[in-house]
T-cell receptor, first 107, second 121 residues
Framework: DIQMTQSPSTLSASVGDRVTITCRAS??????LAWYQQKPGKAPKLLIY???ILESGVPSRFSGSGSGTEFTLTISSLPPDDFATYYC?????????FGQGTKVEIK | QLQLQESGPGLVKPWETLSLTCSVS??????????WGWIRQSPGKGLEWIGS???????NYNPSLKSRVTISVDTSKNQFSLKLNSLTAADTALYYC??????????????WGQGTLATVS
């Protein structure tokens, strides 16, 4: 299985901060990476697919980059609504696998 | 708007079989070649992909669960189902059904059910 490792596991930030989350794959996954946002009691919400394509309706403050084994999710200016947990997921090789999550909390 | 809804028993006994159904509304399960998936989430293991199926019944399973999992589809009812046998406490989780946004077997899940909690005890 491809292991997905996110860093950091927890991120303390303030409203308005620029936030960057990193996801590393144990082997190359080309561009086949998705980012999700999950809030308590809710299902994950797709933000970005194919590493850098913003899902329709997702605010442009979210951006994704990377290919191969190194990927990043950036939130340009953090509003109160974005305090949540973020997951990366590879879909290059079965079984699809997820990162362990990054919790973005209020500083 | 496509909607997915999981259903099934909330409490199951060890060594028994968990049976869950995902009902799809707002679209037909056989309208295109999507691979409809099951994903679970537990505090101990995070998000774990269980497997997926298309309307023709072609399946992909997570090897870690393959010996215990069966996913099936019923196009007449616009549903797909999950069976997981030989349950242990480690199978206690929130189970989601989901659909990717693209066909061709991709795993970028855009549509999710609200999840159903299955407790093994």
């Amino acid at each position: 299985d491809i292991q997905m490792t996110q860093s950091p596991s927890t991120l303390s930030a303030s409203v308005g901060d620029r936030v960057t989350i990193t996801c590393r794959a144990s082997q190359s996954i080309s561009k086949w990476l998705a980012w999700y946002q999950q809030k308590p009691g809710k299902a994950p919400k797709l933000l970005i697919y194919e590493a850098s394509i913003l899902e329709s309706g997702v605010p442009s403050r979210f951006s994704g980059s990377g290919s191969g084994t190194e990927f990043t999710l950036t939130i340009s200016s953090l509003p109160p609504d974005d305090f949540a947990t973020y997951y990366c997921q590879q879909y290059n090789n079965y079984p699809w696998t997820f990162g362990q999550g990054t919790k973005v909390e209020i500083k | 708007q496509l909607q997915l809804q999981e259903s099934g028993p909330g409490l199951v006994k060890p060594w028994e079989t968990l049976s869950l159904t995902c009902s799809v509304s707002g679209g037909s399960i056989n309208s295109d070649d999507y691979y409809w998936g099951w994903i679970r989430q537990s505090p101990g293991k995070g998000l774990e992909w269980i497997g997926s199926i298309n309307y023709r019944g072609n399946t992909n399973y997570n090897p870690s669960l393959k010996s215990r999992v069966t996913i099936s589809v019923d196009t007449s009812k616009n549903q797909f189902s999950l069976k997981l046998n030989s349950l242990t406490a480690a199978d206690t989780a929130l189970y989601y059904c989901a659909r990717p946004q693209t066909t061709a077997g991709y795993g970028d899940y855009i549509y999710w059910g609200q999840g159903t909690l299955a407790t093994v005890s």
